[in-house]
């Protein structure tokens, strides 16, 4: 029998009962769920349910990157709405190769053709799908501190937790890569972190046998693993490695792309070109759902002939579509991107290294752009990682006083949208340092 909807009725305007009698939660047990209404935003601010106005220093998942209600992204899509709200991804569409071509410009030269998915996991999946034709070989190389997406490859190319109750997919192999910090490499310098990671991969390639390695997948920031900065040499080694034994090089920026680091990519920051970028969040900040895969030429040219087995129903939602096109020109226009690498290097990356120098209990702080992870020890010599209670405590602290902070483990991830202002930065630095007071730390 279907759910009798007057069961409803009661509820109809209360969003919070609505969410704890029908919505289904990711990455929870759903039991003590207790979310938190938003109704709108602005800017980098978030209304409440409860009236009060949040600073977001999360971006939500990291992918709010132009802020909250940006209007001239809401005009793209109502425009694109009222034109054509859906067609199917045979067909050509102006929205869609406008699209295409300013997200394409972006990425380095000899990569022209973008296939578009749904968002980050799927986009991974037929990055990796490409490889694994290309070349035909299986293997996938990554990194233990990762993550690609929820979805059947991403997932097992994940490094993470995540991956362990979902590895399912076979021909995926991890390896280490440089976290001076935290080094596996008894490293002391990021140096020798570099050199000896490049060392450790190439090993792994040869053990692993170079002819069965489609390609490598990293991150060229490692997000959601701790915003973790490579070492300035590191990709060019990697690209030297992958190129000496004709494995691809698939670079991760669906976290990391579109201003997140001061930088258009992430990867512009280094001096390599990978054969395949992934994207998603940051290119319309998630104000209608969507990502990709930008193709060098060689990738691309492998299916003029041949089928590419991939495709998706929403392969390039008119919407979605509307929504890259607006947000690209409106950062360009505001120079959103150039506004990030300010705010990283006048306003986040000296305040958070002044509240290092004021709370023991940091252990290190590191990122660019508005892309920063503040560590957090318990002992800052023995580093070892602070409890997960006071990690918690930190982001009540944080709730308290307006400011929604993220956390992953023992690290405070601190990423505002790249439309922050010098003001609403330092005001946001002002609350962390209120808030590790009052956690003790
Ligand atoms: C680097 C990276 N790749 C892929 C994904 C997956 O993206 P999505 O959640 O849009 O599928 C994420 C999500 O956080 C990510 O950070």
Not at 202 to 226: C, K, N, R, Y
Not at 322 to 347: C, R, S
């Amino acid at each position: 029998m279907g759910h009798d909807l007057s069961q409803d009725a009661e509820i109809w305007d209360d969003a919070y009962k609505l969410d704890r009698a029908h919505v289904f939660h990711s990455w929870h047990a759903q039991r003590n769920l207790d979310p938190t209404e938003v109704v709108t935003g602005h800017g980098v601010w978030l209304k409440y349910g409860d009236g009060r106005e949040m600073l977001d220093f999360t971006s939500q998942q990291v992918n709010v990157n132009i802020g909250y209600q940006h209007p001239k992204v809401i005009e793209g899509i109502k425009k694109q709405a009222e034109l054509l709200c859906t067609v199917g991804p045979d067909y050509a569409n102006l929205a869609r190769g406008r699209a295409a071509s300013l997200v394409a410009r972006r990425a380095p030269e000899g990569f022209d053709k973008v296939f578009f998915t749904n968002a980050g996991a799927d986009a991974n999946e037929n990055a990796m799908r490409a490889a694994r034709l290309f070349t035909g070989r299986d293997k996938i190389l990554s990194s233990y501190r990762c993550y690609h997406g929820n979805t059947g490859a991403a997932i097992s190319a994940t490094g993470d937790w995540r991956r362990k109750p979902n590895d399912y997919s076979r021909g995926h192999v991890h390896f280490f890569t440089p976290y001076l910090y935290r080094s596996e490499f008894s490293a002391t310098t990021q140096e020798e972190e570099c050199e000896r990671a490049l060392a450790h991969l190439e090993h792994v390639i040869q053990f692993e046998g170079p002819d069965t390695i489609a390609a490598v997948l990293l991150e060229s920031v490692p997000g959601t693993a701790g915003i973790i900065i490579p070492p300035k040499d590191y990709f060019k080694g990697v690209r030297e490695i992958t190129k000496k034994y004709s494995i691809l090089m698939i670079t991760d920026e669906v976290m990391a792309g579109f201003g997140r680091t001061g930088f258009w990519f992430a990867l512009d920051d280094y001096d390599y070109t990978p054969d395949i970028i992934s994207f998603a969040k940051g290119c319309n900040s998630g104000y209608v759902p969507a990502g990709g895969v930008i193709m060098s030429d060689p990738v691309a040219h492998r299916f003029d002939d041949i089928v590419f087995p991939g495709g998706l129903t929403y392969s390039g939602h008119p919407l979605a579509m509307g929504a890259i096109v607006a947000t690209q020109e409106a950062m360009e226009e505001e120079h959103i991107v150039d506004n990030a690498y300010t705010i990283g290097k006048d306003v986040l990356g000296p305040q958070l290294t002044a509240l290092y120098d004021k709370h023991p209990k940091i252990g290190e702080v590191c990122g660019k752009g508005v892309f920063w992870a503040v560590e957090m020890v318990a002992d800052r010599t023995t580093k070892e990682p602070l409890d997960d209670a006071t990690m918690k405590q930190i982001v009540a602290e944080g709730d308290k006083r307006g400011l929604i902070l993220g956390v992953h483990n023992n690290r405070i991830h601190v990423t505002p949208p790249c439309v922050i202002s010098a003001d609403e930065a330092t005001q946001g630095v002002e609350i962390l340092d209120q808030v590790l007071i009052a956690a003790g730390c």
